[in-house]
């Protein structure tokens, strides 16, 4: 158990709905970074959050969005759903910013299908 | 841009047998290199990492040595055994304090034991 919980487990939707993928870091970890993981893809870093604030942005469509709360939990909103967006979605956090060995944790992820 | 290729699976071994699975990567500066491991159904685990040239980094009886001269950081284990039947993605890790920190990851090896 890495520490990082991600709900739902499992999410099944239409195209065109919108959905929202929840994230708890683990307790004192003020990075969270979201990564998306499709056959075609591979594994793809979407965005990092540190301590509330976007710090970076990878492969993230426009039609996704995140943010962190004061909490420092996350979510990650998808909208327009396509089929293509139906993939793994990972969540992780580490203690720091940009340390140069910092491990991630990454979460057990939120599988989506969209029909 | 920062890129990483593995060698193409999937991996196939008898217990007992030697292990190599071979990383190159493209990166600007002096990255941070990881593998981690992920078994069916779970998240990403970190398996073992190197942060400079000449690292080598060692876990569970895997090992791997950062190689800047060939950019690479080939995973080895000397006896396999069934429970190391997993996926194994190579990463490489870029961090900047001004401009977010990511990892950008391998294809994936599919790795299975038999005994």
């Known amino acids: 158990d890495s520490g990082v919980t991600q709900t739902p487990k499992h999410l099944i939707t239409a195209t065109g709905q919108r959905v929202t993928l929840r994230c708890s870091p683990r307790s004192g970890d003020l990075s969270v970074y979201w990564y998306q993981q499709s056959l075609d893809q591979g594994l793809q870093f979407l965005i990092q959050?540190?301590?509330?604030?976007?710090?970076a942005k990878g492969n993230i469509l426009e039609r996704f969005s995140a943010q962190q709360f004061p909490d420092l939990h996350s979510e990650l909103n998808l909208s327009s759903l396509e089929l293509g967006d139906s993939a793994l979605y990972f969540c992780?956090?580490?203690?720091?910013?940009?340390?140069?060995?910092?491990?991630?944790?990454f979460g057990p992820g939120t599988r989506l299908t969209v029909l | 841009g920062d890129s990483v290729t593995q060698m193409e699976g999937p991996v196939t071994l008898s217990e007992e047998a030697f292990l190599t699975i071979n990383c190159t990567y493209t990166?600007?500066?002096?990255?941070?290199l990881f593998w981690y491991v992920q078994y069916p159904g779970e998240g990403l685990q970190l398996l073992l990492k190197?942060?400079?040239?000449?690292d080598k980094g060692s876990n569970k009886g895997f090992e791997a040595t950062y190689r800047k001269e060939t950019t690479s950081f080939h995973l080895e284990k000397g006896s396999v055994q069934v429970s190391d039947s997993a996926v194994y993605f190579c990463?490489?890790?870029?961090?900047?304090?001004?401009?977010?920190?990511?990892?950008?990851f391998g294809e994936g090896t599919q790795l299975t034991v038999n005994p």
């Open positions: 990166a600007t500066g002096y990255p941070s």
């Open positions: 190197a942060t400079k040239a000449d």
């Open positions: 990463a490489l890790f870029t961090g900047r304090k001004t401009s977010g920190s990511r990892l950008t």
């Open positions: 959050y540190y301590n509330g604030e976007e710090r």
């Open positions: 992780a956090s580490s203690v720091r910013r940009a340390g140069p060995g910092d491990e991630q944790f």
